[in-house]
């Protein structure tokens, strides 16, 4: 049997009712947190003060901010978001590219991502959480492949996940590390070299 610790840790169960309006309210200050101050700026007081739920209660629930960082990704998690399906593997590609693009070149939009990539890079913490979030992105993106491979524009052991990332890296390179613009030719640029990568076999794994 599980401690209660282990029983009511954060990301661990899917209430209902009032305790799922609670962690809504604290996700949603947590990420305007983010946006406003960054995560070194970020602190319990801030979310309490914020969602209105008492600091005792954030405390006793949470911990501190990197397990608030950690839920607010496991609750992002749990959306109903599903990668395109336009009926062949280029425009889905460059649709989950332009997905990247517009978020990133929207400046309201791109502040809580943006804001957890940064904290990624301070808490292993968020730097765990963050991961689990981008690896259930790619899991759902599998989807894109398996369908591309039915429609015989994909080999049958392509990598799925490899696919996905090579989609949006250049983008976020550009982003994150030479601060250059990006744009909708470009998403759609990334998405043609990566399938044309494809239906060359360059994402099977090497003989």
């Known amino acids: 049997m599980p401690s209660e610790s282990a029983a009511h840790a954060p990301g661990t169960v899917r209430p209902g009712g009032r305790t799922a ?31 209105g739920v008492h600091k005792t209660t954030v405390y006793r629930r949470w911990g ?7 839920d607010a990704l496991d609750l992002a998690g749990e959306d109903t978001w599903t990668p395109p399906d336009t009926g062949n593997l280029d425009s889905d590609l460059r649709a989950l590219a332009r997905e990247v693009t517009d978020t990133f070149t929207d400046a309201s939009a791109a502040a809580a991502p943006s804001a957890f990539i940064a904290a990624a890079f301070q808490s292993e913490r968020a730097a765990a959480a963050l991961h689990d979030f981008y690896a259930e992105r790619f899991s759902r993106c599998a989807a894109v492949v ?11 052991d392509t990598d799925a996940a490899s696919v996905v990332r090579a989609v949006s890296a250049p983008l976020f390179f550009r982003v994150f590390i030479t601060r250059e613009p990006i744009d909708t030719a470009l998403a759609d640029q990334c998405a043609a070299a990566v399938a044309a990568a494809v239906r060359a076999g360059a994402y099977s794994p090497a003989p």
């Open 21 to 51: 309006r609670t962690r809504a309210a604290v996700r949603d200050a947590v990420l305007t947190g983010l946006a406003e101050h960054g995560y070194p700026g970020l602190t319990v007081e801030y979310v309490a003060e914020r969602s």
């Open 146 to 156: 398996a369908r591309a491979v039915d429609r015989g524009e994909a080999p049958a």
């Open 64 to 70: 501190s901010v990197e397990e608030l960082l950690a």
